[in-house]
């Protein structure tokens, strides 16, 4: 439903819980192609899924930020 209208920003909990491997990715290559022009917000546990998706990645612990940076910046 948030993609259906041309909404600037579009929050997503989770989005690929519970989809296989195949599903996922097919989620993922679309909000891939239309995060160029929104901000999204997307919580997920899976961080090969933040690591694809996330321009910048926050990881919280009890509502609290502990990490914040790139894919690469939380990697190393």
Do not use: C
């Amino acid at each position: 439903m948030a993609l259906i209208g041309d909404a600037s920003v579009i929050i997503l909990d989770e989005p690929t819980s519970n989809l296989d491997q195949h599903a996922r990715e097919m989620v993922w290559n679309t909000i891939f192609k239309i995060k160029r022009n929104r901000a999204l917000l997307i919580t997920t546990q899976n961080i090969e899924e933040a690591e694809y998706l996330g321009d910048e990645i926050k990881i919280l612990i009890d509502g609290n930020i502990k990490l914040s940076g790139t894919p690469q910046q939380i990697k190393d």
